[in-house]
């Protein structure tokens, strides 16, 4: 059997930003591992006037949750620190108006992630 079809999504959040639309989708395997897909598509406009997308994605398993949030953090504190004028840091601050599509989707409601626990259990 494919392995795609013995994957259960458990949660899904799309965020629009432009051309770009990212997707992260988590996801368990029939043995209930779970793991993260964080999926970018780029919407191409062809030279006939059809539409296509670019999709570029990540898998992210629950034993590198952790480290990856760490580094997604590190990253975004030294761009706001290290390489925004205040006038930028003040912009990506503002709050933001979103649309109900961009809002977190729970088909099964578990127990939020929390970055703090130590276990790899869910």
Known sequence: MDDRHDQEEIYSQRI???????FFDVKATRGQDYYLTITES???QNGDDSVSYEKHKIFLYKEDFLKFVDALQDAVDYVREELLSPEEV??????RDYDDRDQPRREVERPAFDPNRSDDSF
Do not use: F, H, I, M
């Open 16 to 22: 629009k930003a432009g051309k770009r639309t990212y």
């Open 42 to 44: 780029k919407r191409r």
């Open 90 to 95: 003040a912009e990506l601050d503002r709050p």
